[in-house]
């Protein structure tokens, strides 16, 4: 089985930055698609940003040149870099993930418990 575990969410003043974190453990060959969600009160769940395969990144359009995600394969971990936080970014953010397990082709899918991000000054 896989665990994600976000951190690094708060609070923050518009215009500041935070970087969010979601470290995966247990059996992990190479990861599939990593992303972010976030998720606001009365709204619906928002992709902000995904790399699957070995591709580029994909941003919603409300983030795009203020939020960046990274991964490093080798702590199996993934980044979410948010700067110019805007008070519309107020969320929980939750990653997701799907996992290469094994050479046979068993994969894992999976969520992380999510991180509170608030942008108020």
């Known amino acids: 089985q896989v665990q994600l575990v976000e951190s690094g969410g708060g609070l923050v003043q518009p215009g500041g930055s935070l970087r969010l974190s979601c470290a995966a453990s247990?059996?992990?060959?190479?990861?599939?698609?990593m992303a972010w969600y976030r998720k606001a009160p009365g709204k619906e769940r928002e992709l902000v940003a995904a790399?699957?395969?070995?591709?580029?990144?994909d941003y919603a359009d409300s983030v795009k040149g203020r939020f960046t995600i990274s991964v490093d394969n080798t702590k199996n971990t993934v980044w979410l870099q948010m700067n110019s936080l805007k008070p519309e970014d107020t969320a929980v953010y939750h990653c997701?993930?799907?996992?290469?397990?094994?050479?046979?082709?068993?994969?894992?899918?999976?969520w992380g418990q999510g991180t509170q991000v608030i942008v108020s000054s």
């Open positions: 997701n993930a799907e996992v290469l397990m094994s050479s046979d082709g068993a994969t894992w899918n999976g």
């Open positions: 247990g059996t992990i060959l190479s990861f599939n698609e």
């Open positions: 790399i699957i395969g070995g591709g580029s990144p």
